[in-house]
Structures are given as structure tokens and as C-alpha cells.
């Protein structure tokens, strides 16, 4: 498991989250591209069209049809859902194995919480609510230990 509190553990230097980060155009599984991407190697290049598997449902890309399964990875589902409605709504939906849709309402009383989603007044997602949520995920998953313009795990 990740340290919450220890971000050197993260990035390209562990696999689970290097897999999530590492753009759909490298394969990570290949030991080469995990080196290199560890290494910061000038090879890797990371352009705004490399696209991390983070994003996609079930980490899969088509290059046939890019938009395919795009904004509807699990982690950024439920990044999303805890920034926006609750840490619980994406904890209900990590124990229950789907990503179905469940009302906060159901699970607190209404005057006990409103969540971030009804105090924006959000009827509908919004594509800079999901860029915000990708920043985020990016970030947590990266081992930047502040955030930066510049991605540590993207050097020029």
C-alpha cells in the first residue's frame, strides 16, 4: 500500500503508480520503458497528446478511436466523486466492485452535509471539473512533494 504521508515512494519510482502515469504511447510493462521513464531519459517524450492510462476505463486505449473509454478510468471516477460529493461515495464505490451511481443524499441526513457538487451548484460534469480531478489524481500519484508549475516527473 501507499504511504499517505511519504510521497518519494511515488511516481516512476513504483510500479503501480508509474503504470498509471506512464503516457498510453510507452508500454510500461516493457522493463526498457519503465527504466527510462525512471531515469528521465530525453527519449521519453510527453507531449499534451500523451494521455496517462489513469483516464481511460480499464487503463485501455484505443488508437482507433482515442475518445473511446476517455474520463471513465476508476481512479479518476473515484477522485472525482471525492472531491465533488464525498471520500465516502468513492469508498462506497471501491467496496461495492461497480461504479454505479449512488445519491449522498441516501447516506446523510440533508442537514448535515452538503457536498462540494451542490454547493457549486453542479447539475452536470463540467470539463474543467474533470481536468481539475485529473490534475489532482496526477498529483497524488506523482512523488512531487509540493505542487509545481513544472511536473518533476516530466523533465524537459
Known amino acids: 500500500p501507499l504511504n499517505s504521508w511519504e510521497k518519494c515512494g511515488r511516481g516512476f519510482n ?3 503508480t508509474g503504470k498509471l502515469l506512464c503516457p498510453m504511447d510507452y508500454n510500461w510493462a ?33 488508437p482507433k478511436n482515442p475518445a473511446r473509454g476517455l474520463f471513465k478510468g476508476k ?6 466523486q471525492c472531491i465533488f460529493t464525498s471520500p465516502s461515495s468513492a469508498q462506497h464505490e471501491l467496496s461495492s466492485g461497480d461504479m454505479a451511481q449512488t445519491s449522498q443524499q441516501s447516506r446523510t441526513p440533508q442537514w448535515f452535509h ?9 447539475n452536470t460534469i463540467q470539463p474543467r471539473a474533470i481536468a481539475y480531478t485529473a490534475t489532482q489524481l496526477c498529483f497524488a500519484l506523482s512523488c512531487c512533494s509540493s505542487w509545481m508549475t513544472v511536473d518533476e516527473d516530466f523533465k524537459p
Not at 35 to 53: F, L, M
Not at 75 to 80: D, E, G, I, R, S
Not at 114 to 122: G, P, Q, S, T
Open 30 to 62: 516493457d522493463t526498457d520503458v519503465c527504466t527510462t521513464n525512471k531515469e528521465y531519459h530525453p527519449d521519453i517524450c510527453v507531449t499534451a497528446d500523451s494521455w496517462p492510462p489513469f483516464l481511460y476505463a480499464d487503463g485501455k486505449y484505443d
Open 14 to 16: 513504483r510500479d503501480v
Open 114 to 122: 452538503h457536498h462540494v457538487a451542490r454547493l457549486l451548484k453542479m
Open 75 to 80: 481512479y479518476l471516477v473515484m477522485t472525482f
